[in-house]
């Protein structure tokens, strides 16, 4: 069942992208899907596997393997590789561990767009799946390594000659970007508890140094939570106009950017799944609503 006015918008988060895990696999077994999908980080990877109909694989991906001595840990930022793994993650568990299914993905009709950051401008850029289809699955997996490439945390990643970072830190919610696109009306899911404002992130003078090569980047850190709370704001505008619907964290959320602990990850997901199940109901009427406008 494809809804034909509706996009999809996903937050990043890290490891909280388990919660999107969930309340996505809740939709799938109602079958429900969009036209459009657009993410940022984890909320591209999430899209992605979504979109590729691969209920549960983002659960793996988060849960199952995140343990794996090959996935993160400061091991691997000490040889030069960044907290994760990106050829692990990018390479070695869609391609040989966890397969990611390229064919549906680029079959499916539906609109896909992983959100980066360029570099030298600090602005985001989204990349759509139709651009893989002349440039191989290695183009698919390049681009969902950038939108999840944090400074520090991991090296920028070369796309046809620019340099790219996480999408988060250029546009944390496309909304604005799937409005642009045509989309009036919009699903969109968060990784936050509702009430939540981002504060200004404090760094450190090793960050600082590092992004002077970076001015543009660094410049859009130091006013992300500006540009973040007033996304925030206008999606709880346009959900109270009905324009969109929102899945959040209704329980207290716990889990870190950056955590390992199997247990809370696993309760995460099955948070994400069992609130998203509690209001299939209220969903569905929202869906018929926009149907008949």
């Not at 509706?6 to 696999?25: K, P």
């Not at 993410?39 to 794996?68: C, L, M, P, T, W």
């Not at 250029?170 to 642009?180: G, M, R, T």
């Not at 696109?181 to 919009?186: A, I």
Request: charged letters at 30%; proline letters at 3%; glycine letters at 8%.
């Amino acid at each position: 069942m494809k809804h034909n006015k509706v996009g999809l918008v996903l937050e990043g988060g890290g490891m909280r992208g388990v919660y999107t895990s969930g309340v996505l696999d809740a939709l799938m077994d109602e079958n429900i899907k969009f036209p459009y999908v657009i993410g940022v980080s984890a909320g591209a990877n999430n899209g992605a596997s979504f979109v590729a109909e691969q209920r549960e694989r983002n659960k793996k991906v988060f849960v199952d393997y995140v343990r794996h001595k090959d996935y993160s840990g400061f091991k691997h930022w000490i040889v030069g590789n960044g907290y994760f793994n990106m050829d692990f993650l990018f390479n070695t568990l869609p391609n040989k561990l966890v397969p990611f299914d390229y064919e549906t993905f680029l079959n499916s009709k539906t609109i896909f767009k992983a959100c980066v950051t360029d570099c030298i401008t600090g602005k985001s850029v989204c990349f759509e799946k139709s651009q893989a289809k002349n440039n191989g699955n290695e183009f698919i997996n390049k681009v969902l390594r950038a939108s999840s490439s944090l400074p520090i945390l991991a090296k920028p990643v070369k796309i046809k000659g620019r340099l790219y970072f996480d999408g988060g830190i250029s546009d944390s919610i496309p909304i604005d970007k799937s409005i642009e696109d045509g989309n009036k009306y919009n699903v969109i899911i968060l990784t936050r508890n509702e009430g939540y404002r981002k504060e200004k992130q404090a760094l450190g003078i090793c960050t600082r140094h590092y992004l002077k090569r970076y001015p543009k980047v660094l410049h859009a850190i130091e006013t992300r939570h500006i540009k973040y709370n007033n996304t925030l704001d206008k999606i709880e505008d346009l959900e109270d106009k009905g324009f969109t619907y929102v899945f959040r964290p209704i329980k207290e959320i716990k889990v870190e950017r950056l955590e390992k602990n199997i247990d809370r990850l696993n309760q995460l997901y099955e948070q994400g799944y069992k609130e998203a199940t509690s209001q299939k109901e209220n969903f569905k009427k929202w869906l018929g609503n926009i149907i008949n406008d």
